[in-house]
């Protein structure tokens, strides 16, 4: 069983920066993929980043490329989501997960551990 526990959500301005922590308990962090997914009111859960085990593949939705950044850290067993240029459209629940697999997926049923989620909200 891995549990998870995101931190760094808040309320922004459109533009400002925030970086997301996700932080997992298990001793076998680098044998799963992670990603952070994303959920607004009334809207489905969509996958917005994702990163194999060791880092070097990953993967972004259209809409935050060239703007977010997901990374991991196996040593301290976290994995991070920067986020710059925030967008008023960029606001909601963001959860972390974890997939029983070193290669990531977009899906939201191959993973198989999430986070509790926090809120991430861009209002000026």
């Known amino acids: 069983q891995v549990q998870l526990v995101e931190s760094g959500g808040g309320l922004v301005q459109p533009g400002d920066s925030l970086r997301l922590s996700c932080s997992a308990s298990?001793?076998?962090?680098?044998?799963?993929?992670m990603a952070w997914f994303r959920q607004a009111p009334g809207k489905e859960r969509e996958s917005v980043a994702a990163i194999s085990w060791g880092g070097a593949n990953i993967y972004y939705s259209d809409s935050v490329k060239g703007r977010l950044t997901i990374s991991r850290d196996n040593a301290k067993n976290t994995v991070y989501l920067q986020m710059n240029s925030l967008k008023p459209e960029d606001t909601a629940v963001y959860y972390c997960?974890?997939?029983?697999?070193?290669?990531?997926?977009?899906?939201?049923?191959?993973?198989?551990?999430w986070g509790q989620g926090t809120q991430v909200t861009v209002s000026s």
């Open positions: 997960a974890a997939r029983r697999s070193i290669w990531y997926s977009e899906k939201v049923s191959e993973y198989n551990y």
């Open positions: 298990t001793r076998t962090f680098g044998d799963h993929a």
